[in-house]
């Protein structure tokens, strides 16, 4: 039978045991970081979906070890095809996207060769992706689809991306390593650097056990079971599949505590960990193919201004910078969109343009409190009350959360 491990890492475990590399508490820090990672898409080929048949059997293993054993993995060098299903309740944000920007069809062909804006695919839906990578310098990622393939690479200095139905192409350099540049800036590149970032981030509010095991891929795999400790949290569980033998995280469903489909379910269901050929990470664009630099998109989107909501939007300020009430699971994230909420053209969701209010009107439902009134704009995972004064609240929890936060803060 599979290994079970019923002791969980606690917030009573606040000590690092005796000769082990990480202590309890680091181990409880593994957590909340990663479900949201299973939804960002810089990081959904990372933390891959579909389990083989099979239940192998595997050396004992404890919370604690498996966790250490995530963040000594050093795979640096993999291929594999990996499948993505996502379901936050939402429609595509592709469309949303284009009807949320004023004049968002202008140039928007021009632009949809770009990561930032494609890769938004990934949160609704499933999706087939290829993966290679051969270290911190060189790695490609396939979008698949019906006749069609959009593909980003990474090779030294040089961002790629193509598009093949469009015949577009995207190019982006960075001096000094494509590490440094917007593309790369602050995403986890190996799985090692991911469970490394969870473990300094999450807290004491967390339960970690090991789950049995499982066949991911053709590999064998122990299942860490990770599920929050407080109440109000949207997030019910999330189940990560680690390869015995390397420690890599091969598959990821992040279960919400309302029930149903998985909000993310994520895997591998072919992988190897041989060097990829050389020629994976070699891009030279088509004759006749559309090139954008980087620069140069950003510079267009300076000068028309980005959309009246994109220069709404920059007045709620950055989200890094937000103070957060609560913590772990349960923490919400406020943001104040300025002294009068200059930063809207207006006040709270009154003052958001008409097809943001529309968006709000299809997703969202009134709140009143000791805050005031606002809305809140929900998901399957990230909820958020935009007051009718401007502050907005924020985090993967529950409406009444959000109205008890926004109480708190007044």
Do not use: C
């Amino acid at each position: 039978m599979a290994p079970k491990d019923s002791a969980q890492t606690t917030g009573d475990a606040t000590r690092e045991a005796p000769g082990t590399v990480v202590g309890r508490r680091k181990a409880a820090r593994y957590v909340v970081p990663v479900a949201v990672a299973g939804v960002a898409a810089a990081t959904i080929g990372l933390v891959p979906a579909l389990a083989d048949s099979g239940d192998p059997e595997l050396p004992r293993i404890t919370a604690q070890e498996l966790v250490e054993k995530i963040a000594a993995s050093d795979e640096q060098q993999l291929s594999g095809t990996l499948k993505i299903s996502t379901d936050l309740g939402i429609p595509s944000f592709g469309g949303l996207t284009d009807s949320l920007l004023a004049g968002g069809s202008q140039g928007g062909d021009r632009s949809s060769v770009a990561p930032a804006d494609r890769l938004t695919e990934l949160t609704s839906g499933t999706h087939t992706l290829r993966l290679a990578a051969d270290g911190p310098d060189r790695q490609r990622l396939s979008l698949m689809d019906k006749g069609s393939e959009y593909s980003i690479v990474h090779n030294g200095d040089d961002v790629w991306a193509y598009d093949s139905e469009s015949d577009a192409v995207f190019h982006q350099r960075a001096e000094g390593g494509a590490q440094d540049g917007p593309a790369h800036k602050d995403v986890p590149g190996t799985p090692k650097e991911m469970a490394e970032k969870a473990l300094d981030a999450a807290g004491d509010t967390t339960s970690v056990t090991v789950d049995g095991t499982a066949r991911v891929a053709g590999r064998d795999a122990y299942q860490l079971l990770i599920k929050p400790k407080q109440s109000g949290s949207t997030v019910g569980s999330v189940r990560v599949a680690v390869d015995a033998e390397n420690g890599v995280p091969l598959k990821f469903t992040l279960a919400p505590s309302g029930g149903g489909k998985a909000v993310v379910d994520a895997g591998f269901t072919q992988v190897d960990f041989a060097k990829p050929d050389a020629s994976s990470f070699s891009f030279t664009p088509p004759k006749g193919a559309v090139v954008t630099e980087a620069d140069e998109l950003a510079a267009g989107a300076d000068d028309q201004g980005g959309g009246a909501f994109h220069q709404d939007l920059a007045g709620l300020g950055d989200l890094g910078s937000a103070d957060v009430i609560g913590e772990g699971w349960t923490s919400v994230a406020v943001i104040d969109a300025g002294s009068g909420a200059e930063g809207l053209s207006g006040k709270g969701a009154a003052g958001l343009p008409a097809e943001a209010q529309g968006l709000l009107g299809a997703f969202g439902d009134k709140a009143t409190g000791d805050f005031g009134t606002g809305t809140v704009f929900k998901t399957r995972l990230v909820n958020a009350l935009l007051t009718d004064d401007g502050k907005v609240y924020v985090g993967a929890v529950t409406k009444n959360a959000l109205v008890k936060a926004a109480d708190t803060a007044r």
